[in-house]
């Protein structure tokens, strides 16, 4: 199974400033998928990262709040901006790793923004 | 579209005891079905999949689920739990046609509070 390395593993904020997560991989996967999971809640996508595309975002997120960065095959950011409290979430990202591992996430970074 | 029903949002359990935790899911298409857990300030872990052959599927650390396609539930059961299964538990489910392009589609998620 892939091993996805993601940083920072959480970090206090202070609103109005920025947020930069990263994920390593150590495979190379085409598609990276980026969740939030709200405090007591399930996982929500946010955004599709494929390697050479524009991200596609669900919808009720949008590029100037969430920019993704997904510059080669192993290697993706997801920047929060401009936060705000109701943005204190868990971030994950996630690789399909085939049939046989299912989908891989990384061990989430724990944001709080005071 | 998908969607995912969690029946149960907390369920707790005594130590040696059986459990189940509830999964329904509504699709319009042939569907992967999941389950994860988390433990608590950790990532998702798989528990076990369900791709195709027998609709018993066996996990990691002594869970097994169920898949009734009739039922559209993926039951997910540990015949003695232990207290280190405390841990929120996740249904998903993913398209089949296009696994590994598409998002997974979770359940709300079950608390399972394991008493001593």
């Known amino acids: 199974s892939a091993v996805i390395s993601q940083k920072p593993s959480r970090d206090i904020c202070q609103r109005g400033t920025s947020l930069t997560i990263q994920c390593q991989v150590d495979?190379?996967?085409?598609?990276m998928f980026w969740y939030r999971q709200q405090p007591g809640q399930s996982l929500t996508l946010i955004a599709t990262?494929?390697?050479?595309?524009?991200?596609?975002?669900e919808s009720g997120f949008v590029i100037d709040k969430f920019p993704i960065s997904r510059p080669n095959l192993t290697f993706s950011t997801l920047t929060v901006s401009n936060m705000s409290p109701e943005d204190s979430s868990i971030y994950l990202c996630?690789?399909?790793?085939?049939?046989?591992?299912?989908?891989?996430f990384g061990s989430g970074t724990r944001l709080t923004v005071v | 579209a998908q969607s995912v029903t969690q029946l149960d949002s907390q369920v707790p359990v005594f130590e040696e005891a059986p459990v189940e935790l509830r999964c329904n899911y509504s699709s319009s298409v042939s569907v992967y079905l999941f389950w994860y857990v988390q433990y608590p300030n950790q990532g998702l872990q798989l528990l076990l999949k369900y791709l195709s052959g027998s609709t018993l599927v066996k996990g990691i650390n002594g869970f097994e689920a169920e898949f009734n396609k009739s039922q559209t539930s993926f039951h997910l059961r540990k015949p003695s739990v232990h207290i280190s299964d405390t841990a929120e538990y996740f249904c998903a489910v993913t398209p089949r046609s296009n696994f590994g392009n598409e998002k997974l589609t979770f359940g709300t998620g079950t608390r399972l509070t394991i008493i001593p």
């Open positions: 495979s190379q996967v085409t598609m």
């Open positions: 996630s690789v399909p790793r085939g049939q046989v591992y299912g989908y891989t």
């Open positions: 990262a494929n390697q050479g595309s524009e991200a596609t975002y």
